[in-house]
């Protein structure tokens, strides 16, 4: 009689248990689908980083036009008293316009340099966005494989779950062991400890795709589509590394650093040659009423020019800087040149790897694994194999399958960074 009580706690154990575990599975919260081509739309119009940098291309176009002002001209104006009072000479007014001649072509000089600088602020910001693209897309991937991963540790929880359902009826029987009926039980609750970490990893991955799209909001996550297109490209190495140095933002931003370096030092030259001060005035004098030399009211003009004299250009400090920085613009171009050719290369053979190990799981490895764990769980049932077979080929079967997620992940992520370093993109 104790016996037939401790079968039938144990299996109200076992039940309440698996059926507790079962209640705390929820995988329901708001989301919003979100196809990757408007995702990266998205993320063009509200990232707020990308917006920041924006500005500096502002910026550097409001450069130009400070670049075109002229020099001011100076008004002057003044009163005087010939000592009217005592000596009775009179008194009058003056008033004078001057400004600067600037001489050497200094402001072409000034506005070429300021639009070589707005290029290059506009081609670092294509640089900045080529990485903003590959980055948001990197994220948008793995918040498929989180999921991808996710879907497999409640999968394998609700099939260990099952296991342990049938289990718990089979000790209520006899047919197995009450240490069997133990070890289903918690491996099911195991796994589904495992499918939290899971879901956890899933939901933070969801959530760094709200801050590519510059949006605070976590009532609401944007949810990816599993990926509609096929990877596999074929690329000539070569092609890829001439094309990138010629055409990538970074390379056109280097070229234009340098050109922006030349037209510094055509500023400088043209800064050393003399300015032409210019000037013209009119003075009023009153009526002198001095018996000694009486003298009329008169008005008279003049005009005059100011020559300085550049005894700074002796020193030739400025010059010597501009000319260096034209050669070191020249050695970071060449730098970048072989950073692209590098990073090209390293990506394209990362490429090929990963593409060879998507197709090794592809040919063949998650059908045995499946069809290894079927038998493993039919043979279980029919009690010709013991659970701890089942939850070996359980575990083989979810380590494929997450390595085969993993692979996918860096295949695509192959993919990305091969097409952000040879600076092109087809991935929609």
């Known amino acids: 009689m104790r016996i037939f009580i401790r079968i039938i706690s144990l299996s109200v154990m076992l039940c309440t248990g698996i059926m507790t575990v079962h209640a705390q599975v929820d995988t329901t919260f708001p989301t919003i689908r979100i196809p990757l081509e408007q995702y990266l739309h998205q993320v063009a119009t509200k990232n707020l980083g990308y917006a920041a940098e924006k500005y500096n291309v502002s910026i550097s176009e409001a450069a130009i036009e400070s670049a075109k002002v002229f020099p001011d001209p100076e008004l002057s104006g003044g009163l005087f008293d010939n000592q009217n009072r005592a000596l009775q000479l009179g008194h009058g007014w003056?008033?004078?316009?001057?400004?600067?001649?600037?001489?050497?072509?200094?402001?072409?000089?000034r506005i070429g340099l300021a639009?070589?600088?707005?290029?290059?602020s506009k081609a670092l910001l294509a640089d900045y966005y080529r990485n903003l693209r590959a980055d948001a897309t990197l994220a948008y991937f793995n918040a498929i494989q989180q999921y991808?991963?996710?879907?497999?540790q409640l999968d394998s929880y609700h099939s260990m779950k099952k296991i342990a359902d049938a289990d718990a009826i089979?000790?209520?029987?006899?047919?197995?062991?009450?240490?069997?009926?133990?070890?289903?039980?918690?491996?099911?609750?195991?796994?589904?400890?495992?499918?939290?970490?899971?879901?956890?990893?899933?939901?933070?991955?969801?959530?760094?795709?709200?801050?590519?799209?510059?949006?605070?909001?976590a009532d609401t996550l944007p949810m990816p589509e599993n990926l509609p297109y096929n990877?596999?490209?074929?690329?000539?190495?070569?092609?890829?590394?001439?094309?990138?140095?010629?055409?990538?933002?970074?390379?056109?931003?280097?070229?234009?650093?340098?050109?922006?370096?030349?037209?510094?030092?055509?500023?400088?030259?043209?800064?050393?040659?003399?300015?032409?001060?210019?000037?013209?005035?009119?003075?009023?004098?009153?009526e002198s009423t001095n018996e000694t030399a009486p003298t009329p009211a008169y008005k008279s003009v003049n005009a005059g020019i100011s020559i300085p004299l550049k005894f700074s250009n002796h020193y030739k400090g400025e010059l010597k800087a501009a000319r260096y920085g034209i050669q070191q613009a020249a050695t970071q171009e060449e730098q970048v040149k072989l950073q692209i050719s590098t990073e090209v290369t390293q990506a394209y053979f990362s490429y090929i790897n990963a593409h060879k190990q998507v197709k090794?799981?592809?040919?063949?490895?998650?059908?045995?694994?499946?069809?290894?764990?079927?038998?493993?769980?039919?043979?279980?049932?029919?009690?010709?194999?013991?659970?701890?077979?089942?939850?070996?080929?359980?575990?083989?079967y979810n380590d494929l399958q997450q390595s085969y997620y993993q692979a996918m992940f860096a295949y695509a992520s192959a993919l990305v960074e091969l097409e952000r370093s040879a600076g092109i993109w087809d991935i929609k």
């Open 94 to 109: 003056s008033a004078g316009i001057s400004t600067t001649l600037e001489l050497g072509g200094k402001r072409n000089a």
């Open 115 to 120: 639009r070589s600088e707005a290029a290059t």
């Open 148 to 152: 991808n991963l996710m879907k497999v």
């Open 170 to 217: 089979r000790f209520k029987s006899g047919a197995i062991t009450e240490i069997d009926a133990k070890q289903s039980n918690l491996e099911a609750g195991s796994m589904l400890n495992d499918y939290f970490a899971g879901e956890a990893a899933w939901k933070t991955a969801l959530a760094a795709l709200n801050n590519q799209l510059g949006s605070s909001r």
């Open 231 to 286: 990877m596999e490209r074929v690329f000539p190495l070569p092609n890829l590394i001439a094309d990138a140095q010629a055409n990538r933002a970074d390379a056109v931003a280097a070229q234009n650093a340098k050109l922006a370096a030349e037209k510094n030092l055509q500023l400088v030259k043209a800064n050393r040659k003399i300015d032409l001060g210019i000037n013209a005035g009119i003075q009023s004098n009153g």
């Open 360 to 396: 090794q799981f592809q040919e063949g490895l998650l059908t045995a694994a499946q069809q290894i764990l079927d038998g493993k769980i039919y043979s279980y049932k029919r009690g010709d194999t013991p659970l701890l077979d089942v939850l070996n080929a359980q575990r083989t």
